[in-house]
């Protein structure tokens, strides 16, 4: 069965670092883009960071030098690595998958996790 589980969410200083992983049973290795997006309360969900089945890595140019992802294809799991942390990367995180290319545009996956959250305070 394809599953999206986030977990590693939690409450950091800003300044510090995270580390969120999304179990992806059946989508790594697929064929499919495994992507991170955030929502902040009150604002669109955007995209952060995805992998695609070729090792591709693209990064949101919001995040860019400080957030990047990984994948380990031997347990089926997506890292998210997020490093000086400011209280505006506060957000509930998500885990979400498509056949393809890793486009960061929320309307274009249809496979989504749970979310995680992640709290940055200052």
């Known amino acids: 069965a394809q599953v999206l589980v986030e977990s590693g969410g939690g409450s950091v200083q800003a300044g510090g670092s995270l580390t969120l992983s999304c179990a992806a049973s059946g989508y790594i290795g697929s064929g499919y883009c495994v992507a991170w997006f955030r929502q902040a309360p009150g604002k669109e969900r955007e995209g952060v960071a995805g992998?695609?089945?070729?090792?591709?890595?693209t990064i949101a140019a919001s995040v860019k030098g400080r957030f990047t992802a990984s994948k380990d294809k031997a347990v089926d799991t997506l890292y998210l690595h997020g490093n000086n942390l400011k209280p505006e990367d506060t957000a509930m995180y998500y885990c979400?998958?498509?056949?393809?290319?890793?486009?960061?545009?929320?309307?274009?996956?249809?496979?989504w996790g749970q979310g995680t959250q992640v709290t940055v305070s200052s």
């Open positions: 992998i695609d089945v070729n090792g591709r890595t």
């Open positions: 979400a998958a498509r056949p393809g290319s890793c486009a960061m545009l929320s309307r274009l996956y249809n496979n």
